[in-house]
């Protein structure tokens, strides 16, 4: 059978992503090493990692002062900093960018705080001011941003929109995605908070050696993220996991109890009045305590259901209370021995109120992998803001 030029056009682009995967994420490394790790001859590889330099998508490491007699082999390593992906979670109370280039290494992160009364035009208003302020900080612009998503909180339905419900005021019609692709041409994904910091725990946090994991967001919200098989589940409209929803789980009024625990100071916001309780507990004041264990045992109602329904490895214990950890796990360690067969281990968050920008930034970068870097090596031309 004859061998047409479009195959081995398309062998070549399929070696040269193996080289790319070769690369990526091992030290620099010689074309012997690359041939050992792909399976290819070293004269292909030769080629290949030559034309990958030139493209933009490779940089020659040069060889350090007190390099071996005679001349070193020459070394290659992925550019990382071809590209960069963003993060951003869009909360209530803070607006967090995170930015990292093609490798997920950490470049800048940017926090502000936001209106929790703002409506939709002021909050993006003050998203853009974020970014531009992380950009300008990094020397970038847009057109260095290849991939980026939003979180949000509430369920996120296909046009990328909170259309069931959000503690957003007005926040059901605005278009994040929209907005922001005024001005960034990269894909622009937005998803559910909980969702992101779900696949931020399995990035960078305590579940990255799990698969199956529920991810518990306890603070005056309380909402889940799920993933199973290593796949973040969304479900058919993006409400996976709001099984608060349901008025018999309890997780609406759990935070209430710790609000109405008596000594707390009345001019307290919800916020204020669970640090003051759980602070309380410590102190081993007894109405603290009390309040403690009957929000742990709402809070196990939902937890329990959904360990019932999909049996997870681990339960990541997150959100805002998730400092309280302390406090707040015992209770729920043995409320949840009531209701569950199998009790799955509970671990706390370590990623604190970042594991949603986190989250969203893996996601770009996800997106970037399968979708804009075999693309623009299968094109014959030079990853964006790279010269030939």
């Not at 919200?221 to 008025?247: F, N, P, V, Y």
Request: glycine share 10%; charged share 25%; net charge negative.
């Amino acid at each position: 059978m004859a061998t047409t030029g479009t195959d081995l056009s398309r062998m070549r682009e399929m070696n040269q992503l193996s080289i790319v995967w070769a690369l990526r994420g091992n030290p620099p490394s010689t074309v012997t090493e690359l041939a050992g790790r792909t399976g290819l001859s070293r004269p292909a590889v030769d080629v290949l990692v030559q034309a990958l330099v030139t493209d933009g998508w490779a940089e020659v490491e040069e060889p350090g002062a007190r390099s071996v007699v005679g001349r070193p082999a020459r070394r290659y390593r992925f550019r990382a900093d071809a590209g960069h992906a963003l993060g951003v979670d869009i909360g209530v109370h803070k607006i967090l960018v995170v930015l990292s280039d093609l490798e997920g290494n950490h470049v800048r992160t940017l926090r502000q705080p936001a209106d929790p009364d703002a409506g939709p035009d002021a909050r993006l208003a003050a998203v853009d001011e974020a970014i531009d302020e992380l950009l300008t900080g990094a020397g970038m612009t847009p057109a260095d941003i290849w991939g980026m998503t939003i979180g949000v909180t509430g369920p996120v339905d296909a046009t990328g929109r909170t259309s069931l419900f959000t503690p957003l005021p007005g926040w059901g019609t605005a278009d994040p995605a929209g907005h922001l692709a005024a001005r960034f041409h990269c894909p622009i994904q937005v998803e559910n908070d909980c969702k992101l910091a779900a696949v931020a725990e399995r990035w960078k946090g305590v579940a990255q050696d799990a698969d199956d994991i529920v991810y518990l967001l306890a603070g005056i919200r309380t909402g889940a993220g799920l993933i199973l098989d290593g796949t973040l589940r969304r479900g058919h409209g993006g409400a996976a996991g709001e099984i608060g929803a349901l008025k018999a789980v309890r997780w609406l009024d759990a935070p209430g109890h710790l609000a109405a625990c008596p000594g707390v100071p009345a001019s307290a916001r919800p916020g204020e009045a669970a640090a003051w309780v759980f602070q309380a507990a410590r102190e081993d004041n007894r109405d603290a305590k009390a309040a403690v264990r009957r929000y742990a045992r709402d809070l196990a109602v939902g937890v329990a259901a959904l360990v019932l329904a999909l049996d997870p490895e681990i339960v990541v214990f997150g959100g805002g209370f998730s400092r309280s950890a302390d406090i707040i796990l015992a209770p729920l360690h043995r409320e949840l021995a009531k209701h569950c067969l199998r009790l799955p281990e509970l671990r706390t968050s370590t990623l604190g109120d970042e594991s949603v920008a986190l989250g969203g930034l893996r996601l770009a970068l996800d997106d970037i992998d399968s979708r804009l870097l075999s693309a623009e090596l299968a094109a014959p031309r030079a990853p964006r803001g790279v010269s030939r």
